[in-house]
């Protein structure tokens, strides 16, 4: 059982590069999420989604572009990566979003912007 | 926008004692999340209490929800060095919001 792969774990790049993130769930859950986690802000959201072609912004989304063609993957993509953009990136997967619904994390990608 | 406080920030302390975390809001929740995440691995959930004044528990960790909905603790008994981690609470805004998280305590338990 896969569950939630998250790829690449560990990335370096230039400011300016556009980098892709990308997740991949196995359990055919309807919503996936993009989190960053960092010292002092905690896990923020950055974009959601509710099923394929269906893409909505959170809490931070200036800088980070999504799609959703396929139910099982959820790519996030920094078009010109800034150094303010270094951070833990986390994908997540969950049934629905009702009140108290499980979210199933992957095990983050860490990316470091030079 | 819905704030979660957690404190303390950072606990250190030895196997064996006891400690409590709290998660604080002055909004109301519609369920409160409690997670767990280990150095280089995503949070895991322990957790989901939705009713005030909701108490469960999981083995030696103890979990309330307050009566009002707008905060929680965590409390561990007798800590072991693999409750060592950071502690996320969530919280839920409406029945089909997002999920607005702390900033975490992180634990550390000494053998």
């Known amino acids: 059982d896969a569950g939630i792969t998250q790829s690449p774990r560990y990335k370096i790049t230039e400011t300016g590069r556009q980098v892709t993130l990308m997740c991949h769930q196995t359990?055919?859950?309807?919503?996936m999420f993009w989190y960053r986690q960092d010292l002092g802000h905690g896990l923020r959201l950055i974009y959601y989604?509710?099923?394929?072609?269906?893409?909505d912004k959170g809490e931070v989304p200036d800088g980070y572009v999504v799609s959703r063609s396929k139910t099982e993957n959820f790519p996030l993509t920094l078009e010109s990566a800034t150094r303010s953009q270094t951070s833990v990136y986390f994908c997540?997967?969950?049934?629905?979003?009702?009140?108290?619904?499980?979210?199933?994390f992957g095990e983050g990608s860490w990316l470091t912007v030079v | 926008t819905q704030l979660l406080e957690q404190s303390p920030q950072f606990l250190s302390i030895q196997e064996g004692e006891n400690l409590t975390v709290y998660c604080n809001s002055s909004s109301v929740f519609s369920s409160l999340q409690w997670y767990r995440q280990e150095p280089g691995e995503g949070p895991v959930l322990l957790v989901t209490?939705?009713?005030?004044?909701e108490v469960k528990k999981l083995k030696r960790l103890t979990f309330q929800f307050g009566d009002a909905r707008k905060d929680s603790s965590l409390h561990i008994t007798a800590a072991q060095p693999g409750d060592t981690g950071l502690y996320l609470c969530a919280g839920a805004e409406g029945s089909q919001g997002n999920l607005i998280f702390g900033k975490g305590t992180k634990l550390s338990v000494k053998p």
């Open positions: 209490v939705v009713t005030g004044g």
């Open positions: 989604s509710a099923a394929a072609d269906i893409t």
């Open positions: 359990w055919s859950h309807s919503y």
């Open positions: 997540a997967s969950s049934e629905s979003k009702a009140s108290g619904n499980t979210i199933y």
